[in-house]
């Protein structure tokens, strides 16, 4: 285990900077560690290492960052591969949490996001239990450009109609749908995420209901990509359905292309999320050169 990636700031000049990469449901995260010695890459940096050509190839970087609180752990940025920051990766923090937790071998640690604190604990195996917050309703919490109803947004595009509007540490609109294989999602999500009553934009998402415990998930997120599993949006999948009158348990287990997490509504609208978090592989990322591209 790397702890901390090195004890001695700067004592890596020929090799560059130490990097980890994980994957939660395939949703792959670069993380580096900039407690010691803080990394402020810019956004074409960012791109450049989330690039699965030319770098070393992620749906997120993310870099931990000292706490900003006494009382948690560290605090995390997170990018998208456009360099965008943004509140929350819910794959992505389930691999924060694991790495933390095995260097702090502590049974339960807080972090610190844009979108929140998080909560996490480790469960058998690889499989890790993060309190997500709580899940936002409110127009301007999600947000919406002008004031209205977040339970049926009345906007539509070809088979997607009359999303929920939610949030998570991120904006979301789901919509519920017959049979989600029927449906190319890449051909109609940009449309909405662009849509004009999204002033942040937002992840899309459909649902299908399976039975009374099981929800099937298909997930098109910002920047404007198909993810095989998204978990801010399996959060805010089990909302969506439990406003909606369409489930009544609180225990669901959400289906996803790249596998399974299990979705726990507590009554004050938090959530729990336990899925899998494992190690890929680590390395450095080379010292960037100024106004060069820089291949890896």
């Known amino acids: 285990m790397i702890s901390k990636f090195t004890d001695k700031p700067n004592s890596y000049p020929d090799h560059g900077r130490p990097f980890v990469k994980m994957q939660g449901l395939r949703n792959d995260i670069v993380i580096v560690d900039g407690r010691l010695d803080p990394f402020s890459p810019t956004s074409e940096e960012i791109v450049l290492i989330c ?31 456009d360099g965008r920051e943004v509140e929350a990766c819910g794959n ?18 807080k972090v610190e996001t844009l979108g929140g604190v998080l909560i996490f604990r480790k469960n058998n195996r690889n499989q890790i239990s993060v309190n997500m917050g709580q899940l ?32 998570i540490g991120n ?35 459909i649902a299908q209901i399976l039975d009374s415990n099981n929800i099937k998930l298909s997930y098109w997120e910002r920047p404007g990509n198909m993810t095989p599993a998204c978990g801010t949006g399996a959060c805010a999948t089990v909302g ?24 726990e509504l507590q009554e004050d ?10 190690y890929c592989f680590s390395g450095y990322l080379p010292n960037f050169i100024p106004q060069e591209k820089h291949h890896f």
């Not at 992505?92 to 640690?109: A, H, Q, V």
């Not at 450009?145 to 509007?165: F, Q, W």
């Not at 609208?269 to 494992?278: H, K, L, N, R």
């Open 92 to 109: 992505g923090t389930r691999c924060i949490g694991r790495f933390l937790l095995d260097e702090s071998e502590k049974e339960e640690i």
């Open 171 to 205: 904006p979301h609109a789901v919509f519920f749908v017959e049979d989600v294989d029927a449906i190319d999602l890449s051909e109609y999500a940009l449309t909405v995420q662009k849509n004009d009553l999204f002033p942040e934009e937002t992840n899309v998402g």
């Open 136 to 167: 936002k309703t409110e127009w301007k919490d999600i947000p919406i450009s002008r004031e209205m109803d977040t339970l049926h947004l009345g906007i539509a595009n070809g088979p997607l109609k009359d999303p929920v509007g939610m949030n």
């Open 51 to 81: 690039d699965r050509r030319e770098g070393v190839g992620g749906d997120e970087l993310m870099i931990i960052s000292s706490p900003k609180n006494g009382n948690t752990e560290a605090f995390i940025k997170i990018f998208n591969t």
């Open 269 to 278: 609208f938090s959530v729990i999320m336990t899925g899998p978090a494992e």
């Open 240 to 263: 969506a359905a439990f406003r909606r009158g369409l489930i009544k348990e609180r225990r669901i287990t959400v289906n996803m292309p790249a596998g399974k997490v299990e979705i």
